[in-house]
């Protein structure tokens, strides 16, 4: 067991050295680790097996989240764009040509965040203008889509705007996704069929995007990361156990992390909100969707320590 | 100056059939036994299609598809420039795509320079992604046993005597022996490293990183950190055209490069990225493309395809 | 986030520093005159110096190069260059990406012609530049300038071109020949063909520029014009060919330093009706590694270098009395483990951790006894009782070395088949007595040889890691190469900072961050040994069956040879391909020559080589040289011919088979020995806690 023990560690190490931000510092790791058992045998040693999920676990920093949003911008809104200007110019090259023709279609163009003010997905709003060098004006609240009309009807403040893009960081269930797509984009499309609504976002579960764009009426729906069942930990194709390590047990894993995640947030998503089971988090905050054991810090509820703390309050 | 991020790329269906117009009048894969690359030659619609076995791979002559370019010759430019004799001759007005996907990476750089020189303004190339590596993180690509870190053929500038301010730039993959020795090789460049993100899949980044740092010692300070490493999308060989001339802008503001050292060592797609920006923006510049070469690769490392993407490649004029 | 210290060790090799740096950094060896005394810079005689990697060679070299010259003289660099007696011109071999010139179609002879012209436009260019700079705004220059560029242009065959008037537009010629050639040779791989007109005559212009420069500056008269070619190992044996021709023919007042690792001279040949090149007469050789290995003040050394880098990176005053203090007390840095008699504090969490147990190497015993027993290889036992008998009298319940020490006694006397009973009393006198002082006798000796492997076997068993802790063993691992120092301490650093320690920032690094470090460090040594091309793999795997056998002797239950890490052996008795492998490993560093020994019988001398004690940590081997093992030229074949590795299990089996209880090599009388078994067995048994 020492072994592995020492090479997972090394790992972590090297983590943190690199992409983590240095955030799982040994002392940090220790207070972690201090809330499971120890054992003297490897598959019974649930401190191993934190130590084991511990060093599969995904972290984006923020150059990193701050680089995934350039490529929203750059890969997910502005090349489709580009190319069809392209393509409807005889496959022109001339940047003469197209770049009046995309700023146009910009400047029509509103950039929204998911979620309330002080949620995430708002938050990155700030950097994902910053790193793309975008002006102010195209950005906007929720409560500047309508306008009431005479009469008290609702209506479109700018009816200019050709392009309404929602970003968001991470979709899980794609619950949040739904709500927008009911409270919001349904409005829009019915005062304007013809205006594109767009649903960009970071990570996002295979799940939680079939159900946006099956259950939504947005246009455009994409993630940069789309994470499909492999990254579910304890799924059948789980990544995490592919190579079996002869000391580490997938069931005794689960179990355990059941165990305190029951203790922790309760039976239902005691392996992440809506049973994702996901093993990922970033700089700004871990979702929910990431095994609770990873995350859980809530004072005057269980004590716990967490090694990558989730912020918010839990609201299930 | 070019603006490569709007260069055409789209997805092929990887499982339903191809749009009718999306048809070449030759096309050119690398065979590797790999699913994904049987899958697309396939399916690909062309006038002529030619496989191209590489010696490196080892593949006996009973293994591969019959008529395919099967040549002992080592040498990237020889080896390129007798298929091109034997199979292709005269290219005017026909349209070319080649699947970079199975190509060991100094026969595409070559390829690259070899289509400019043939007068070919622009071609398509695919690359597709599997479903699953065999395993996770211990992949070997190569066998890792590098031979020799030399330029590549037609890719070896004009020098600077001055070698004050010399930079290499490392597409860092999975494989850290690769990266070690062209850093050790160009002992006293000052390093930058160009990690893939978006990555191919979410976990890969991490991944790579972790690998990489097995060669940090023979890299040098500031690898991970701000001024030493910079991202581009793993799939895309525009946007990595983009930035490298974005990096390459910031390093000469600052201080001019003496000698430029690029070693594409990721993915095809950066490859393909790394080889454009050359053509395009650094040929008769103290700029060169250097590769550690191996005596063998592993020809199958993946199975399934999961993604079939086609870039549209502008060649410069010559 | 947390905040963490950048590592003041992070930069470990030369090329990552600029000149300054270098000039900040450097830390002259305190004895005789230092670098500058070895490597001899207005010496004419060319100088070969080889070095490992991290031996320092590029740093002293550079240090050598006028940019040096420069950052140490300030403006009056002139005056500087007339008080050293030479001007340094420094050259990377692996700028000139030599490997592109051979194939596409040209032939061996064009190329090695078409090189030898490119060395020449190259060095010139270097030599010019240099000198413009030191010289420039001189009025001497002005007064003599056109002379000098007449003189000169009489070596070069410009053709059509304009003739230049200064030397900054006849370096411009040069250039732009030199340029033109790259866009041919970077074209003859598309076109097949190679359109070269070579202007300049070998060796005109190298020796040509130090000559009529001396001849016409004043400042310039009795200076050497060093030609400092680095990274020698990038070029070919032709290209290497070429640059012997020039030392050969070197003339006055030029000279030159190659600067190469050890496995980097090719060949000593030259163009000179074919002569090679000897040492002693056409070069000396300068062997950083042996010297640095064998200077006695490299510790000095070592420890001035780490205060040096501490000092710059904590922005402490960097005068000569805090560095002096800060080295002294440099040592505190580091936690150690407490010493004592009979290592008892080393060893006190023995008795804690087994105070109501069985000890592991007690529990061995007892069944290698019973094994024994049965086997009939017991001498003086009758039954279990006497088992019992002897676990109790071999016992010393305070001090576990001391236990050590008595069953090493114990297995020594069992391999020479002597009574055990009255073997085991015998130690229990000697023990006793020797705790009450007695300081002569076997006892006494064979701690003092054995200690440190006894101490290991302890670590070992009780499943502890090695302790490979404290300043100056870091200095000994690191062979006399400071790099490897550094990347010693650069990864402790690492660790320590991990582990929320604050190293040099008041508490002591602690012992479990210096044992991971060390690890990680031979680990990233082993790595990184890894050569070019297939003999690598053959080398590493051969280092890797060498570390094997030590660590199988090591840990026997009565190893023949004490620390031991270092063989002997008639290596002209070895097949050619081991050979060959040995040699190769030697020129990697992974081996190390530490002189042969004459062998007292024979009179034959013997080859001795000591692993890298980089590499200790991975084997669980001594650092400190001491034993010897010497091996039969089967033994030695086994190792590194890939011929015979097959035989390499067998040999090393049978070898360390004598060295392990219950039999020692001999099978008991109509049995298989299970001796192997019970040891997988045994094994499986142990604590992991």
């Given at each position: 067991m020492e072994p592995l023990r020492q090479a997972l560690l090394a790992k972590i190490k090297t983590l943190n050295e690199t992409v983590w931000e240095r955030r799982a510092t040994q002392p940090a790791i220790e207070d972690w680790l201090s809330n499971f058992a120890r054992s003297n045998s490897a598959s019974q040693s649930e401190e191993l097996h934190a130590l084991f999920l511990l060093s599969n676990f995904m972290y984006f920093g923020s150059r990193q989240i701050r680089e995934l949003l350039k490529a929203v911008y750059r890969d997910l809104y502005r090349y489709p764009i580009v190319q069809s200007i392209r393509r409807a110019n005889s496959d022109s090259l001339d940047s003469t040509v197209i770049e009046p023709l995309y700023k146009a279609e910009r400047n029509v163009t509103r950039f929204l965040g998911v979620g309330n003010p002080s949620e995430s997905g708002c938050h990155l709003l700030y950097y994902f203008r910053q790193e793309n060098g975008l002006p102010k004006d195209l950005f906007i609240h929720t409560h500047q889509l309508f306008t009431r009309v005479g009469g008290g009807t609702l209506g479109l403040r700018d009816p200019a705007i050709t392009r309404y893009v929602f970003i968001d960081d991470f979709c899980g269930s794609g619950k949040q996704g739904t709500e927008y797509s009911r409270d919001l984009v349904e409005d829009i499309k019915r005062l304007n069929p013809n205006v594109a609504v767009a649903y960009y976002v970071l990570f996002a579960t295979a799940q939680g995007m079939n159900r946006i764009r099956s259950e939504t009426l947005f246009d455009d729906v994409r993630a940069v990361y789309e994470l499909d069942t492999s990254f579910k930990c304890f799924s059948t194709d789980s990544r995490y156990f592919r190579t079996k390590e002869p000391e580490i047990d997938s069931g005794f894993c689960e179990q355990m992390c059941k165990h305190y995640g029951e203790k922790l947030v309760g039976a239902t998503h005691s392996l992440g909100f809506d049973n994702s089971q996901l093993l990922i988090g970033f700089h700004h905050n871990t979702p929910d969707n990431t095994l609770p054991i990873i995350w859980f810090d809530e004072p005057g509820k269980t004590p716990w320590n967490p090694i990558f703390r989730r912020y918010p309050k839990l609201e299930w | 100056m070019i603006d490569y991020s709007v260069l055409y790329k789209n997805e092929l269906p990887a499982r339903d059939d191809w749009p009718a117009d999306v048809r070449w009048d030759i096309f050119v894969s690398a065979y590797t036994a790999a699913e994904r690359v049987r899958t697309v030659y396939e399916k690909a619609t062309a006038s002529e299609k030619h496989w191209l076995v590489f010696p490196e791979y080892g593949f006996s002559a009973n293994t591969f598809p019959k008529g395919a370019f099967a040549?002992?010759?080592?040498?990237e430019a020889e080896y390129v420039k007798a298929f091109w004799e034997a199979s292709i001759g005269d290219v005017s007005g026909r349209s070319i795509c080649i699947d970079i996907t199975g190509f060991i990476r100094p026969y595409l750089i070559f390829l690259l320079r070899w289509l400019a020189e043939k007068k070919v303004a622009r071609f398509d190339a695919l690359y597709s992604e599997p479903d699953i590596y065999s395993k996770r993180e211990q992949t070997r690509f190569s066998d890792e046993l590098v031979v020799e870190v030399r330029q590549i053929a037609g890719f070896e500038g004009i020098h600077n005597t001055d070698t004050s301010n010399d930079y290499l730039i490392i597409g860092a993959g999975y494989d850290h022996q690769l990266i070690a020795q062209v850093a050790e090789n160009k002992e006293f460049s000052r390093k930058v490293q160009i990690f893939g993100l978006p990555s191919l899949r979410a976990d890969m980044y991490q991944e790579n990183v972790l690998r990489a740092y097995q060669a940090e010692e023979a890299v040098g300070r500031n690898t991970t950190d701000e001024s030493g490493s910079f991202f581009a999308p793993a799939n895309d060989p525009f946007v990595t055209a983009s930035v490298l001339r974005e990096v390459v802008g910031r390093i000469n503001a600052r201080k001019p490069i003496t000698n430029l050292y690029l070693s594409p060592l990721a993915t095809k797609p950066q490859v393909l990225g790394f080889a454009v920006y050359f053509l395009t923006e650094q040929r008769n510049c103290p700029t060169s493309l250097i590769f550690p070469m191996c005596e063998a690769y592993n020809p199958e490392t993946t199975t399934g395809v999961s993604r079939i993407l086609k870039y549209t490649v502008e060649l410069p004029g010559l | 986030m947390n905040e963490t210290p950048t590592n003041p060790f992070n930069i470990t090799k030369a090329v990552d520093f600029n000149d300054q740096e270098i000039n900040d950094y450097w830390v002259d060896i305190p004895s005789g005159e230092g670098f500058a005394a070895m490597a001899k810079p207005t010496s004419p005689m060319p100088m070969l110096i080889l070095g490992g990697k991290g031996s320092g060679k590029t740093h002293l070299m550079r240090y050598f190069s006028y940019p040096l010259q420069r950052i140490r003289y300030g403006k009056d660099v002139l005056g500087g260059i007339k008080k050293d007696k030479y001007i340094g011109v420094y050259l990377r071999c692996g700028g000139l990406n030599s490997a592109r010139f051979k194939n596409k179609g040209q032939s061996e002879e064009i190329w090695a012609d078409v090189f030898a012209y490119y060395m020449e436009l190259w060095l010139s260019q270097l030599m010019l530049t240099t000198v413009l700079s030191a010289v420039n705004g001189a009025t001497e220059l002005e007064e003599h300038e056109s002379a000098i560029v007449l003189q000169l242009l009489n070596l070069i065959e410009l053709s059509h071109r304009e003739p230049p008037n200064t030397l900054a537009a006849l370096n411009d010629v040069l250039r732009h020949l030199q340029q033109e050639l790259d866009g041919a040779i970077n074209n003859s791989a598309i076109t097949g063909s190679l359109p070269v007109h070579i202007a300049i005559t070998r060796g005109e212009l190298i020796f040509g520029i130090p000559r009529v420069l001396a001849s016409s500056l004043p400042s310039l008269r009795d200076c050497l014009f060093l030609y400092l070619i680095d990274e020698f190992e990038n070029l070919s044996e032709i290209q290497q060919k070429y640059v012997n021709t020039l030392l050969r023919e070197r003339q006055s007042p030029s000279s030159f330093k190659i600067g190469a690792r050890m496995y980097g001279v090719r060949t000593l040949s030259t163009y000179s009706a074919e002569e090679d090149n000897k040492e002693g007469s056409e070069f000396e050789i300068l062997r950083l590694d042996t010297i640095l290995r064998e200077n006695e003040h490299y510790p000095e050394f070592a420890k001035r270098l780490i205060v040096k880098r501490l000092a710059e990176f904590s922005r402490i005053p960097s005068d000569a009395d805090s560095l002096k203090a800060m080295a002294e007390s440099l040592r505190e840095a580091f936690e150690e483990p407490q010493k004592g008699k009979f290592s008892a504090p080393e060893t006190a969490y023995v008795v804690e951790k087994y105070e109501d147990r069985e000890r592991p190497y007690f529990k061995s015993l007892r069944q290698y006894l019973e094994l024994g027993f049965n086997g009939g290889a017991t001498p003086g036992v009758r039954g279990p009782t006497d088992i019992k008998k002897i676990l109790e009298i071999l016992s010393c319940r305070d001090y576990p070395l001391l236990e050590k020490a008595n069953l090493f006694l114990f297995y020594k006397e069992w391999r020479s088949r002597h009574d055990l009973l009255v073997a085991a009393e015998t130690i229990a006198t000697e023990c006793r007595s020797y705790i009450l002082g007695e300081e002569t006798g076997r006892y006494h000796r064979s701690l003092l040889h054995f200690k440190a492997d006894l101490l290991a076997q302890l670590y070992r068993e009780t499943d502890q890691r090695q302790r490979y802790v404290g300043l100056d063993t870091f200095i000994e691992i690191s062979s006399g190469l400071p790099r490897n120092l550094l990347i010693v301490l650069k990864h402790i650093f690492a660790w320590a900072a991990f582990n929320g320690e604050r190293p040099f920032r008041g508490s002591p690094i602690s012992i479990r961050s210096q044992q991971a470090g060390v690890m990680e460090a031979s680990e990233w040594f082993f790595r990184d040994a890894r050569m070019l091309g297939r003999d690598g793999q053959i080398v590493m795997d051969s280092i890797n069956r060498l570390g094997t056998l030590f660590r199988g002797i090591r840990f026997s239950e009565k190893p023949s040879e004490c620390s031991c890490s270092t063989f002997s052996a008639?290596?002209?008795?070895?097949s050619d391909a081991g050979r060959k492998v040995l040699d190769l490993a030697e020129k990697w560093s992974l081996l190390i020559d530490v002189g042969g020994q004459r062998d007292r019988n024979t009179e034959r001398i013997d080859a001795k080589y000591q692993l890298s004690r980089m590499l200790a940590p991975r084997w669980d081997l001594a650092i400190y040289r001491r034993g010897v093992l010497a091996l039969s030229a089967e033994e030695l074949n086994s190792v590194f011919d890939p011929q015979h590795i097959s035989e390499f299990d067998g040999l090393s089996e049978k070898r360390v088979a004598r060295m392990r209880a219950p039999f020692f090599g001999n099978k008991s009388i109509g049995e298989i020995d299970p001796g192997e078994d019970l040891r997988q067995k045994l094994f499986a048994d142990q604590d992991h806690d």
């Open positions: - | 040549s002992p010759l080592r040498n | 008639d290596v002209s008795r070895a």
